[in-house]
């Protein structure tokens, strides 16, 4: 009996991540059924989604290249969103981070290192005071700060491309700014690839982060905040000083996502609609179960399963858009509150037997 309260205990406990790979693994298996019924070669096109990404190590730096910045506005969203408001500032701090980050490769000159260290602190400031103004305008308007924040992303989306057209912009041939100083931009880790330092700059985030939000005063006043406000009010926390500095925090890590992006991927900026980070960061804080330990790895599954979609639309007849399909399943099943609620409540319901059957078996 000890035994299966204990494996009713795992499973519980473990309840959101099995529901999770539960998600993805039924997405999997729809996707590879429609590939079946569409495609001419559906084995070796099921091959070039799953193991493509693996067959050269272009491939597979181009998985880890395009995770960064799905890891950087995960990292973001996790920390406003853990305090309870739906705040999605951050896709107008990675753009406007971004264009900052221009304006400095552009137009600032500086040593070295020193050139591409302020040109992201720079970045990051300005992505942390624009994530602020949703939080703040909302205890003055009283307009919900959700739809203040995509508000905002569409202004500094203009405001950002504004700046880039007048001041920043190559005259002649494409639409983009003036390429940047080789000072200000992220050297390659490894030849024959993309892979800059933003990655080791996106792995220091992660520790941040998950110190800030785990192992930190801080972190535990959002958490509360977050799952009771009214409660941490009676704590003693002050909720809208944690919600002010989550949503800077949150805002300071999107802008300097953007800023790694430009110096680390491009000679200068062509970014002329939106980027929409935002929804990535969304998607992988969701599949991370809310978990900033889980955040990277659900990015490299997400950037895995597109460069394998279009791996697989190169070499096959079938379009890399399937993937998008993918993400919707998962999301859809993710997001419902009934996916396996059967099954929870079975086992709830068989622990709580099991805990009764104990307590009499102590009285007796």
Not at 132 to 139: D, G, T
Not at 176 to 188: I, K, P, Q, V, W
Not at 285 to 305: G, K
């Amino acid at each position: 009996m000890k035994k299966t309260g204990q494996k009713t205990d795992y499973v519980m406990k473990y309840f959101s991540v099995i529901r999770i790979i539960s998600a993805i693994a039924i997405a999997l298996l729809i996707v590879f059924a429609i590939i079946f019924m569409v495609s001419d070669q559906p084995v070796f096109a099921i091959r070039k989604l799953v193991l493509g990404p693996l067959e050269t190590k272009r491939s597979f730096f181009n998985v880890l290249e395009r995770a960064v910045p799905l890891i950087f506005s995960g990292l973001a969203l996790n920390i406003i969103l853990r305090s309870g408001v739906f705040s999605i500032a951050a896709d107008g701090s990675f753009y406007m981070g971004a264009v900052v980050a221009t304006a400095m490769a552009v137009k600032v000159q500086l040593p070295n290192i020193v050139h591409q260290c302020v040109l992201i602190l720079a970045a990051a400031i300005v992505g942390g005071l624009i994530s602020m103004l949703p939080i703040i305008f909302e205890k003055f308007t009283r307009v919900n700060a959700t739809v203040l924040s995509i508000m905002f992303n569409s202004i500094f989306y203009y405001v950002g491309y504004s700046i880039v057209s007048a001041y920043l912009l190559e005259k002649t041939g494409q639409w983009g700014s003036s390429y940047f100083l080789d000072t200000a931009r992220l050297g390659n880790l490894l030849k024959g690839t993309s892979m800059n330092w933003g990655f080791v700059i996106m792995i220091a985030t992660v520790f941040f982060v998950v110190f800030l939000m785990e192992k930190t005063s801080f972190g535990y006043k959002v958490r509360v905040t977050g799952i009771n406000s009214a409660f941490a009010k009676n704590a003693g926390i002050k909720t809208g000083k944690v919600i002010l500095t989550a949503s800077f925090i949150s805002g300071l890590i999107a802008g300097m996502g953007g800023a790694v992006e430009m110096v680390g991927m491009y000679k200068r900026f062509q970014w002329q609609t939106s980027v929409n980070y935002v929804w990535d960061g969304l998607m992988v804080h969701m599949l991370a179960n809310e978990n900033p330990y889980f955040i990277p790895v659900t990015a490299f599954f997400i950037a895995y399963l597109r460069i394998g979609a279009e791996i697989m639309s190169r070499a096959t007849d079938l379009d890399n858009e399937i993937v998008a399909f993918l993400q919707c399943i998962v999301i859809l099943l993710v997001g419902a509150e009934r996916f396996l609620a059967v099954i929870k409540k079975r086992k709830e319901q068989k622990n709580a037997l099991l805990q009764a059957q104990e307590a009499s078996e102590k009285e007796v």
